[in-house]
């Protein structure tokens, strides 16, 4: 933890520092008031150890200044032996602990353990709200879009079947032909677009079985490369024969739902690089997996040969609606870390020396 002693007293300081420092925080020491709240108004501390008599101040009075500047965070009084007033009064001011001199170490290590298991817990609360919050969002996307998806499914349907009739119509007119096929297009995007949304909106349930992760990915590429047959790169599954026969414990609908979306993106990475090229279709659009274990997880890694990703983009490539494509929704890489997530696993992004690498850890007990 990152504490703050505020101690006039040479000997009493540096005794501070000395047992602190031995337990590994980061210490800062102020020998006077002005000083503490120098450090306060630059620097956030876990904590703050303050003498009640300095020379320049007594803690009564700076107690409201480090609150102002340290909101929420604990402050622990040092009193001399005797001072039941003093430490009544601290106390009704919102100190958190005291401590009696002479400091006795084993007490000073008891205090800030509870320093720290308070700030494990206020973290530990943070987190559940913000899950909280994001639950309560996603379910108000998710009864909007629900409700659109519902209204609009007719709509979609009887538009389709008059494309359908004006088809026909049309017998040998091609032009206006492809231009039918064009709307029909459009509104197939239209609709895949509202089931994203509500995917992504909705809670994730898992109906977990045994799976082969191996013959899963191969299972999905070819649902891809059916799909589009003039693919140019070529798909390269790496594991040993342990690795390559043994089973997981997962949601296979949901899990191919994420290596469909990161081989995808794989794909179009490869694509779009070798459109900007204007290189022929050659062994390098590659995209390579790889598939390791450990005593306790399952790792996969997808790399592609395309582009990268820029730096700026790295940090939001997880969030919802941010894409870099001209169409889709920018839902597919955070629908599938809410699932990785919800496998109590991990996935991650990493530019290499040519394309980019994604990782995602699976536990192989779960």
């Not at 043994?246 to 979306?261: A, G, I, P, S, Y």
Request: hydrophobic content about 40%; charged content about 25%.
């Amino acid at each position: 933890m990152h504490i703050l002693i505020v101690e006039d007293d040479d000997d009493g300081r540096d005794n501070f520092v000395d047992v602190l420092e031995m337990d590994s925080h980061d210490v800062t020491a102020a020998c006077s008031g002005k000083e503490a709240l120098q450090f306060c108004e630059s620097d956030q501390f876990d904590a703050v150890i303050l003498d009640w008599n300095l020379l320049d101040a007594t803690a009564d009075r700076l107690i409201p200044h480090i609150k102002r500047l340290q909101p929420q965070k604990p402050i622990v009084v040092v009193t001399g032996y005797g001072d039941v007033e003093l430490v009544v009064s601290a106390m009704r001011t919102g100190v958190w602990d005291y401590l009696a001199k002479p400091i006795n170490p084993e007490v000073l290590r008891a205090t800030l353990a509870r320093v720290e298991e308070r700030k494990a817990n206020l973290e530990s609360i943070k987190r559940i709200q913000q899950k909280l919050v994001e639950s309560e969002r996603l379910a108000a996307i998710g009864q909007m879009v629900a409700g659109l998806a519902h209204e609009s499914r007719n709509a979609f349907q009887r538009s389709q079947a008059c494309l359908e009739m004006l088809e026909l119509n049309l017998d040998d007119d091609k032009e206006n032909v492809a231009i039918v096929g064009k709307i029909q297009n459009a509104l197939e995007e239209l609709h895949q677009l509202y089931e994203e949304v509500r995917d992504y909106a909705a809670p994730i349930v898992l109906d977990k079985n045994q799976v082969n992760i191996h013959t899963l990915i191969q299972d999905t590429w070819q649902e891809i490369s059916i799909a589009n047959p003039e693919l140019n790169s070529k798909l390269f599954i790496q594991c040993n024969d342990t690795t390559g026969t043994k089973t997981v414990t997962l949601d296979k609908r949901r899990m191919q739902q994420v290596f469909r979306n990161v081989l995808e993106n794989a794909r179009d990475a490869n694509e779009k690089k070798l459109q900007i090229s204007s290189e022929k279709s050659t062994g390098k659009q590659e995209i390579a997996v790889s598939i390791s274990e450990s005593e306790n997880d399952i790792q996969i890694s997808i790399s592609d040969t395309g582009g990268g990703i820029q730096t700026k983009d790295k940090a939001e490539i997880f969030e919802p609606f941010f894409t870099t494509k001209t169409r889709g929704t920018g839902l597919g890489l955070a629908i599938s870390k809410r699932i990785i997530d919800a496998h109590s696993g991990t996935i991650d992004v990493e530019d290499c020396h040519n394309g980019s690498t994604f990782h995602i850890r699976l536990p192989i007990s779960n």
